[in-house]
């Protein structure tokens, strides 16, 4: 555009110098550009709808030919710690040696059987180019898958199934403006801490991992953590603290933070997968921490552009 406007600015110059006429050949400029301007204009406008309109369609086509879901839920194969409930380093296993490797290539080749043409990870989107890159330098045999659940299964369904990417649809939900107060200020977030650590409802909480501290096998613990009913039975958690905080009574400190942190999260989560273009031939993977599970399934279950498949019956074999 700027370059075009100068050639303009340029030939005026020009005929200026040749007739003379200066004032009647700026005002034939000012129309051209003028003109130019408005094609542009409509030129993106057009963009605008034809993107809108495409959009519109694969909602549409969603809704003619909802898409299979599979979310395998999982447990974070590189033990970021960053839960409220922790693994010990000695209860940790070390996923890049055998048994572990054996037992997840035989997961990935089941996994593989649903055939997904997409897989989406807990990644945020933020961090999709370095995704892309490392999974190029992964197909190229420059890298090595490192521990995460993201390489160990995304990265090798993908490359078997030949798919371009992984997708990163993660997100960490929106907190309300009194619960950053509240986490902003020592005392403030002082006293909710020590009810969110002292409340009766931790020793439930813990409770959900005693006797499972360390994994035995990754298949039996994929499996547990998949059944619907210790699915269903997660959420209650988020029900009880810190969603029964208040700072003064009657104030909903608790539940303004779980929404954000929790219940918008996964909203959001399910909004990413949403805008991933998809058609009626296509099949997504979602690989995520199980915890998401209580939710996202529950989505993906009453939404109408998706049918969630469950993936107990690949894994069960094994």
Known sequence: MHTMMGFFGKMSYDI?????????????????????????????????????????QAQTLRLEHPVPVMTLGVFHFDYPNLDLVQTAEEDQVDV?????????????????????T?????????????TDSLYTQYLAGTWSLGKN???????????????????????????????????????????FESYYLNSPYMQYSRARTQGREKVRSITDELLYLNHPEVIRKGLSFYLTHPF????????????????GRWFNRNLRILRNVQRIATTPNDRILLIIGSEHLNLLNYFFEISAEYQLVSPLGYLEDL
């Open 96 to 116: 890049l040696q055998d048994p572990w490797q054996t037992e997840i290539a035989a997961i990935a080749n089941a996994i593989r059987t649903f055939r997904p």
């Open 149 to 191: 659940e993201i390489y160990q299964l995304g990265f090798r369904i993908a490359a078997d199934l030949n798919l371009p990417k992984v997708y990163c649809v993660d997100d960490m939900g929106q907190p309300y403006g009194q619960t950053l107060e509240i986490l902003s200020d020592n005392d403030r977030r002082a006293a």
């Open 16 to 56: 200026r110098a040749m007739t003379g006429k200066g004032i009647f050949v700026k005002q034939v400029i000012c129309k051209i550009n003028k003109c130019m301007r408005k094609c542009l204009m409509e030129r993106v406008l057009f963009l605008l709808l034809a993107g809108s309109f495409a959009l519109c």
């Open 118 to 130: 997409i897989i989406a990870v807990e990644r945020h989107p933020s961090r999709q180019q370095i």
């Open 244 to 259: 029964q905080y208040e700072e003064q009574p009657g104030d909903f400190a608790g539940v303004d933070f779980e929404t």
